[in-house]
């Protein structure tokens, strides 16, 4: 074989190999769009200001996609079951993209439901945040006398991220 084919033959399968790890690489890796912390922290503090407006005692979770707590807010005489319920309806809301008022429609009927899966709580009170519609948290109340106030309240902190 003269040196130009080995050259060409060469490049080839450089050039080969090289898209190789360029598409291996691209599968590999993703960027993810993630609620900051200041977003989280707002978000929150005005759900705490919705609530508190009206003397609700209440506490606010905020998780991160994987159900990881971000912030918790509670507020002044919350009880000590609210910080559960609110982080709790947090991980349901981001989990299913979905307010958990309109999951707990989802979980009726015999046998096996989504309320089986651990760590979810489906009563009024979580909303998810979604970037470009992916859910990248979720934002749980826990403390007001009805789901139906406690999801107002999530809401609210919601729209202080639009």
């Keep these: 074989m003269d040196l130009k084919k080995i050259a060409i033959a060469t490049l080839v399968v450089l050039s080969i190999g090289g898209g190789y790890a360029a598409a291996d690489q691209h599968t590999t890796t993703r960027t993810e769009k993630v609620l900051t912390i ?25 998780v991160d996609r994987s159900g990881d707590v971000v912030v918790l807010l509670a507020g002044d005489g919350a009880g000590p079951q609210t910080e ?63 789901g139906d106030l406690d999801e107002k309240y999530a809401k609210a902190g919601l729209a202080t991220l639009k």
């Design 38 to 62: 200041d977003a989280a922290i707002k978000a929150a503090q005005a759900t705490l200001d919705a609530a508190e407006k009206e003397n609700q005692r209440v506490t606010v979770a905020v």
């Design 84 to 146: 559960e319920s609110a982080r709790r309806k947090a991980f349901t809301a981001v989990s299913f993209n979905a307010p958990t008022s309109e999951l707990a429609g989802r979980v009726t009927g015999q046998g096996a439901t989504l309320r089986d899966i651990p760590g979810t709580l489906f009563l009024g009170g979580g909303v998810p945040v979604a970037i470009d519609g992916t859910s990248v948290a979720g934002i749980g109340v826990g403390g007001a006398p009805s």
